[in-house]
Nanobody, 123 residues
Framework: VQLQASGGGLVQAGGSLRLACAAS????????MGWYRQVPGKERELVAI???????NYGDSVRGRFTISRDNAKNTVYLQMNSLQPEDTAVYYC??????????????????WGQGTQVTVSS
C-alpha cells in the first residue's frame, strides 16, 4: 500500500488545517488508516485513526479539536484540525494497517507509512 499525504502548512494559533491521505495499491486489505505525528527527539504520537467500518480513536491532546473521517470509495482519510496550537507543530504521518481493530493499539500495528507532511502553528 502506498500513501500520499497532502495539506500541511503554516497556520496561526487558533486556525485550522485539513490533511488528506490517499491510499493506492493493495487497498482492499486495509482495515484502518490514520495519523501519527512526531517532533524531533520524541516518539511518534497517536493523533487519530479510523477503521473501515467506523471505529475511531484519538490522542488525548487532540480529542475535541481534531476530527478524522474516511472516504472508503476513494481510499482516502482526512484529518480536520481546528483550534490549532503551537504544540501541534510536528511532522504528520499517514499510516495504514490490515490488522483487526482490537490489535491496533500502537504505531507498530501499522505497516504502511506516508512520507510525512509538516504542520507548523505559529503563536
Amino acid at each position: 500500500v502506498q500513501l500520499q499525504a497532502s495539506g500541511g502548512g503554516l497556520v496561526q494559533a487558533g486556525g485550522s488545517l485539513r490533511l488528506a491521505c490517499a491510499a493506492s495499491g493493495a487497498t482492499s486489505s486495509v482495515s484502518a488508516m490514520g495519523w501519527y505525528r512526531q517532533v524531533p527527539g520524541k516518539e511518534r504520537e497517536l493523533v487519530a485513526i479510523a477503521s473501515y467500518n467506523g471505529h475511531t480513536n484519538y490522542g488525548d491532546s487532540v480529542r475535541g479539536r481534531f476530527t478524522i473521517s474516511r472516504d472508503n470509495a476513494k481510499n482516502t482519510v482526512y484529518l480536520q484540525m481546528n483550534s490549532l496550537q503551537p504544540e501541534d507543530t510536528a511532522v504528520y504521518y499517514c499510516a495504514a494497517t490490515n490488522a483487526v481493530w482490537s490489535a491496533v493499539v500502537s504505531a507498530s500495528a501499522f505497516g504502511s507509512w506516508g512520507q510525512g507532511t509538516q504542520v507548523t502553528v505559529s503563536s
